[in-house]
């Protein structure tokens, strides 16, 4: 089985880092293949950043991610970009209080939205909105098992900085649960 | 999350383990503070040696204001350290740390590795900044603390006044926890300086 997943954002919200954390815990992880191809703009902050993620029980051949199975997004010029290429049935997780999902979705999509920046502030730093995605990604996809993630997020974070990564990935892994359990989500 | 125990080997070799107290503590930490010179419960402020301070302690551990840890060897309360984190005003993003080492436990690296607990309880906090007060002839806290990024921001003059009534000089030490988040925001910045 093979599943396609982009990360879609913008630069200073950590979308790479949130693609190499999901196929970090798919590959290494939970032994399964994954590959990574980032694409981001020269400046710092504020251009578009997109991580294209390949997840596959077998080896790769073809890493591009054309019609994603999973779209992740985090800004609203990302959603506007890629939600055209989301696949029919696919799933969009996305940030809620910063995207509006429409009529540009594909039939029988899956949406799924997390305040993920809002999370992230409670916990005492915005800069985590990443992880709280990675955690969200991670209970509504089932594609990475939860120790598996849990083991990538620290992993890739910097020393010091674990136990406040930790915190984010849980409240978003949380956020996600509520969601999936109950019937939070929409289906376009 | 914050570790339940660290395990920690002395310099002189004790093996210490560091965990946040618990109500079971009580007792034991009761005795720890009686057992301390007077002098060294001095530097702590309160009167730590009515039992009413270690239950105003886990109070504050409850409503989340207080993060007290205990370093045990041999079933024995050998270390105390606490962050005290505020939850209201203007400073919510500094915490103050506050730790004492009973006598023959003293410069082998214990205070180290309890303030090194500290700070790290810190940064899970999303602290920014972390301040403690020292006598200027504390040379060993003085030292530990430096060694975990403390630096001295102030020093009060003739602030404290010891047994003998012979007054000292208080430091204020001041450590920026929050640049372990400079590698983060690095990690996050989606950039690749070669592409600009």
């Known amino acids: 089985m093979r599943t396609e997943i982009r990360v879609g954002g913008l630069g200073g919200q950590g979308v790479i880092l949130c693609g190499m954390i999901i196929g970090k815990a798919a590959s290494i992880f939970d032994g399964k293949h994954a590959t990574l191809i980032q694409a981001f703009g020269p400046e710092a902050r504020g251009s578009a950043a997109s991580a294209q993620v390949t997840v596959a029980d077998e080896p790769i051949g073809y890493p591009y991610v054309r019609r994603p199975d999973v779209l992740v997004v985090m800004s609203p010029d990302a959603y506007t970009t890629f939600v055209p290429t989301l696949k029919e049935g696919g799933s969009l997780l996305y940030e809620s209080d910063l995207v509006v999902p429409d009529k540009r979705l594909p039939t029988g999509a899956k949406v799924l939205g997390v305040p993920a920046t809002r999370l992230a502030e409670e916990l005492g730093r915005r800069l985590v909105m990443n992880i709280v995605m990675v955690g969200f990604f991670t209970a509504t996809t089932k594609l990475i098992s939860y120790e598996a993630a849990r083991k990538a997020v620290l992993d890739s974070v910097p020393r010091g900085t674990e136990e406040l990564n930790l915190k984010a990935f849980e409240a978003g892994f949380a956020y996600g649960q509520r969601l999936v359990s109950g019937e939070d989500s929409r289906v376009a | ?196």
Do not use: C
């Open chain 2, 1 to 196: 999350m914050w570790p339940d125990t660290t395990k920690v080997v002395l310099r002189q070799g004790p093996e210490v383990h560091i965990r946040p107290m618990v109500a079971a503590d009580a007792e034991a930490l009761h005795r720890f503070f009686l057992a301390l010179p007077e002098e060294d419960r001095l530097f702590l402020e309160d009167d730590v040696t009515k039992p009413a301070f270690v239950q105003q302690l886990l109070a504050e551990q409850e409503a989340g204001r207080a993060f007290p840890v205990v370093a045990e060897a041999s079933g024995e309360i050998v270390g105390y350290g606490v962050l005290y984190r505020p939850l209201f005003g203007w400073s919510t993003h500094v915490g103050r740390v506050r730790m004492a080492v009973a006598r023959s436990f003293q410069r082998q690296g214990l205070g180290t590795a309890i303030l090194r607990e500290l700070v790290r309880k810190a940064q899970g906090l999303a602290l920014d900044k972390l301040v403690a007060e020292v006598v200027e002839d504390q040379v060993g806290a003085l030292r530990a603390f430096e060694r975990l990024g403390f630096h001295r921001e102030a020093t009060l003059g003739n602030h404290v006044q010891d047994l003998s009534g012979k007054k000292r000089d208080l430091v204020l030490l001041a450590n920026d926890v929050a640049h372990i988040w400079e590698h983060m925001e690095a990690l996050v910045a989606d950039f690749e300086p070669s592409a600009g």
